[in-house]
């Protein structure tokens, strides 16, 4: 990415210099990305070195393309904010890695979409019974789903949860892991097909394209309303959704997919609580702290047959830029990936 704008007329494929770990000594790391190291900036050091096989497409590649990502990103960079790689270098701390095949985020200039990229912090080994392709899309939707259902919204075996957005890459996670906790799931989506895709994960799909969803949702749970709403989208239906929550209802954002919209400051009047759910704000060892324990228990769910990665479909490098566009179009349900080493 060079310049601004659509990804379908921005996107190059280009040849650029790989990074090195002699390279990686004088930079360090801040909320865009990988920056030159600076007087009170200490170099980053959790990193490894990876022989790419699969990225992952998500909504930030379209919008740090259009410049509209809420924090400026320098150009040029390689798009991709996650993947599967084996590692073929690695910092001290991660030398127990080499050959490993693993999970990782990725960060401007050095996103996953190139044959080597460089995971950093969020870097777990892949389980022997996941593909490429599963892996690659995995870390992101997986622990922000956890860490919004679980963790910040304490969704329990019983309750009836709205997840909106839901056949989306995060969306698709979210219903997945309130169904694991045992919770009744109502998915609400933007067309039939996206509404079957939910029902095969077993919510009950509400099409907001089809109607008032809103007193949709009133209709399937007999004019009771949900507790607990999880929300990777905001905007308009976002604030629309508050409507069908019950008193003391809890409104879990995790994404603004819709826009940023001005919350009602009158959610005192039911007792609602507005729980914000991201994973970057933490202090560093905090975050790692975290992830671990997020990571041991969505394995444990894998292992138990209650979550999977779900990869709609995978891609070559010149077919991302239409990819992009229909997932920015909302085109897409579950994951896109993009294969970038050949299958063995």
């Not at 497409?57 to 990502?69: K, N």
């Not at 444990?300 to 920015?328: C, H, K, N, Q």
Request: proline letters at 7%; aromatic letters at 6%.
């Amino acid at each position: 990415m060079h310049g601004f704008g659509e990804p379908e007329d921005t996107f190059v494929v280009d040849d650029v210099p790989e990074p090195t770990p002699a390279e990686l000594g004088g930079m360090s790391m801040d909320l865009s990305g990988w920056v030159p190291v600076t007087p009170g900036r200490e170099p980053f050091v959790d990193w490894v070195l990876l022989r790419m096989l699969v990225g992952a497409l998500a909504l930030p590649d379209v919008t740090m393309s259009r410049g509209t990502y809420p924090v400026p990103v320098a150009r040029p960079y390689t798009s991709g904010q996650e993947g599967v790689g084996v590692v073929v270098d690695a910092a001290p701390g991660r030398r127990g890695l080499l050959g490993k095949r693993v999970a990782a985020v990725t960060m401007q200039p050095w996103g996953s979409l190139a044959p080597v990229s460089l995971g950093v912090s969020t870097i777990f080994e892949v389980p022997d019974g996941m593909t490429d392709e599963e892996a690659g899309g995995f870390l992101i939707p997986a622990h922000t789903a956890y860490h919004a259902a679980v963790r910040r919204g304490q969704v329990r075996a019983g309750e009836t949860v709205a997840v909106l957005g839901a056949a989306g890459g995060l969306g698709s996670a979210l219903v997945q892991i309130c169904l694991a906790q045992d919770a009744r799931v109502i998915a609400v989506v933007g067309n039939a097909a996206k509404a079957a895709f939910c029902a095969r994960l077993g919510a009950e799909p509400v099409d907001h394209s089809a109607g008032d969803f809103v007193a949709a949702v009133r209709d399937l749970t007999g004019g009771r309303g949900v507790d607990v709403i999880v929300d990777p989208v905001q905007g308009e239906s976002g604030a629309a959704a508050r409507a069908f929550l019950v008193p003391d209802g809890r409104h879990v954002v995790c994404g603004h997919a819709g826009g940023l919209v001005p919350h009602d400051p009158h959610f005192y009047l039911y007792n609602h609580t507005l729980v914000g759910a991201t994973l970057g704000s933490y202090p560093r060892d905090e975050m790692t702290r975290i992830h671990a324990e997020t990571h041991a228990a969505l394995l444990a769910l894998v292992a138990a047959g209650r979550y999977r990665p779900i990869v709609e479909r995978s891609v070559a490098f010149d077919e991302v830029p239409a990819a992009l566009t229909d997932l920015a179009a909302r085109r897409t349900t579950g994951r896109v990936v993009v294969r970038i080493a050949p299958a063995d």
